[in-house]
């Protein structure tokens, strides 16, 4: 697919978290979470009518990345890597886009660049991850529960393998976070704990997208919500609920002399300078 411009002015939710690109690599994700605020994006997203009736079930890589992001790349820059695909979803593994935006931006850095992932494999792109100055890894980690995992998100790694992935980064010297994003059902104090024993940082996160608290704009897609009907989890999208959840995983952070932030204010952790 054949773009015009690959560096996007943010707008909303992540300029408010500070940053001032984002850059989308493809369009739709083959990780096709059941949650995902993407596809109810539609147009406003990018998208086409094909990738909100179908999400997850292909994608469509932006091959001429490479070469726009070598006229648009500036020094200033802090970029979020992507609000709208994971940028090591499976297809990735045959692209190999990546590899070549990372090549790029070790040559020329902007003063930050995050990537938000739950993909395995960026562990291929170590090597290169190495070296870009100001890069920053966003690891997502939405729960600690295989079974709940299994439902909502059944194409993504288990929680065991993404806290692995995250330690062969840090063990690596990239400087790598959990996101607890968007929070599943879960036990909250275990899922803290081992993402603070992995990361070694402060949490971010948020809790899912709805209507009563964010009436515009992208939210939770109906195939999450069905899920959360069948398997009586209401309590996941009741305000009230969620405020009790993030404060057991903020205790749990505080006790480790760390906080766990939501929202802009979360987000902005990963923009922010060292
Ligand atoms: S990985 Fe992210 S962009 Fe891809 S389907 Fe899941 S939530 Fe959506």
Redesign the pocket.
């Known amino acids: 697919m054949a773009t015009r411009t690959i560096l996007s002015p943010t707008s909303g939710f992540i300029r408010e978290a500070g940053f001032t690109h984002s850059l989308t690599p493809a369009r739709n994700?083959?990780?096709?979470?059941s949650?995902?605020?993407?596809?109810t994006m539609r147009l406003q997203g990018g998208l086409q009518p094909a990738d909100w009736q179908r999400?997850?079930q292909f994608t469509t890589f932006k091959s001429d990345a490479p070469a726009l992001l070598a006229k648009q790349l500036r020094p200033g820059q802090i970029i979020y890597c992507?609000p709208?695909?994971?940028p090591y979803?499976p297809a990735e593994a045959a692209e190999r886009l990546m590899p070549q935006l990372l090549a790029l931006l070790a040559s020329r850095p902007p003063r930050r660049f995050v990537l938000?992932?739950?993909?395995t494999l960026i562990r291929r792109d170590i090597e290169l991850l190495q070296r870009v100055p100001g890069l920053r890894v966003s690891f997502?980690l939405t729960t600690n529960r295989e079974d709940v995992r299994r439902l909502f998100?059944p194409h993504?790694a288990t929680f065991e393998q993404r806290l692995e992935t995250i330690q062969a980064l840090r063990e690596a010297g990239i400087d790598v976070w959990a996101t607890l994003a968007?929070l599943l059902p879960c036990d909250p104090e275990l899922l803290a704990e081992a993402a603070l024993a992995a990361t070694g940082r402060d949490l971010v996160g948020d809790p899912l997208h709805v209507r009563a608290v964010k009436p515009r704009g992208a939210t939770t897609r109906d195939a999450a919500l069905r899920i959360i009907d069948h398997h009586g989890f209401q309590a996941y999208l009741d305000p009230a609920d969620q405020a009790a959840l993030v404060e057991r995983i903020a205790r749990t952070a505080a006790a480790h002399g760390r906080q766990f932030l939501t929202g802009p204010a979360g987000f902005a952790l990963l923009s922010a300078a060292d």
Do not use: A, H, K, M
């Not at 994700?29 to 979470?33: A, I, K, S, V």
């Not at 949650?35 to 596809?39: A, G, H, K, N, Q």
């Not at 938000?116 to 993909?119: A, H, I, L, S, V």
């Open positions: 994700c083959t990780f096709g979470c949650y995902c605020y993407v596809p999400w997850g992507s709208l695909v994971d979803q938000q992932t739950r993909g997502s998100e993504c968007p």
